[in-house]
């Protein structure tokens, strides 16, 4: 047997497990709603603090999206994977977070200015990450959310361009943008 | 001493992050009092007073038609009923639609009672304006249960932001 068939196996157990997950939690019972979590809520935070570059706000936009799942889950349809359904839900989630966090004054002074060296991202956080994770915490934040998107989350340019509210070529700059700062970044250590 | 990064070497590293990253705390016992916090808010507060006041709306259409009238030529509030219900269609699937579409077949059965009960009014109301084609109350009873209806979807299905 080789490793392919062994993670195509492996995510197909997965899917048929949430499959009966979903259902019962769409019935209302909560232990299956809890077990999904389990499945799911590192891969769900792993997201929001590679998205957000803060601890605290992972934690609690985290919070917010299975919160959010329970009164939702009754729409999905299972049409895609629950996973691939359950990313959407947590990214534009994160995303509406993103919006609201932004004051006036980061509107007039844009952390779009905000270099790598110039992060004041606590390195407390940075504890236990790789030094790529490091650096993409780093980067400012919208060429941050696009390259996490794009390059760890597999998401499309267009798809991109839609939730951000930008034009696919916005998304194309940032992410060439973020690769250049990121090689920039890499290549002093 | 630089050490040259190039896009491949950049995406192998990229190809090795972890997907998975555990929180520190543990986020479920907020997440479930949030839930909790929930179906208390949602199910028992909201909704029992709009499956009471639907009730009592068709109990007085039932006596309303034992006693009415029989119709007479004046058909003007039954076409404005008609016109109210197209709108109020119209409202709800733009509604629906702005939700994200959720399948109303998957509500809880106390949801589903409450949804029954004003439709069951709306029904009742419709028939009762046939019968008396000149009652304002009736249509002012119409526009009430219709607005109940989406008062109640919003409630349902509007996204909450939730302090936990």
Known sequence: MNTSTVIDAQQLFSHDQDSELVTRAQQGDQQAFHALYQLHHKRVYALCWRMLADKDSAEDVCQEVFVQLWQKIGNFRGESKFATWLHSVATNIVLGHLRKQKNWLQRVFSIEEQRVEESNTPMSDHAELSLLDQKIQALPERARVVFVLFAIEGYRHEEIASMMKMAVGSSKAQFHRAKSLLREALSEQ | ?164
């Open chain 2, 1 to 164: 001493m630089k050490n040259e990064i190039t896009d491949v070497s950049l995406q192998q590293q990229v190809d090795e992050l972890s997907k998975e990253m555990s929180p520190e705390r543990d986020l479920w016992p907020g997440i479930e009092k949030a839930m909790a916090k929930q179906s208390r808010s949602n199910v028992k507060r909201p909704f029992y007073p709009v499956a009471w006041a639907a009730t009592v709306v068709v109990a007085v259409l039932v006596s309303w038609l034992s006693f009415s009238p029989q119709p007479g030529t004046s058909t003007s509030n039954v076409d404005i009923a008609q016109v109210m219900q197209q709108d109020f269609n119209e409202q709800k699937q733009l509604m629906l639609v702005n939700l994200g579409q959720p399948d109303l077949k998957q509500l809880s059965p106390d949801m589903q009672k409450q949804f029954d009960e004003l439709k069951k009014a709306q029904q009742a109301i419709s028939k009762a304006l046939e019968n008396d084609p000149t009652s304002v109350e009736l249509l002012n009873l119409l526009r009430w249960t219709q607005k109940q209806e989406l008062d109640l979807l919003k409630q349902i299905y509007s996204p909450k932001w939730q302090t936990i």
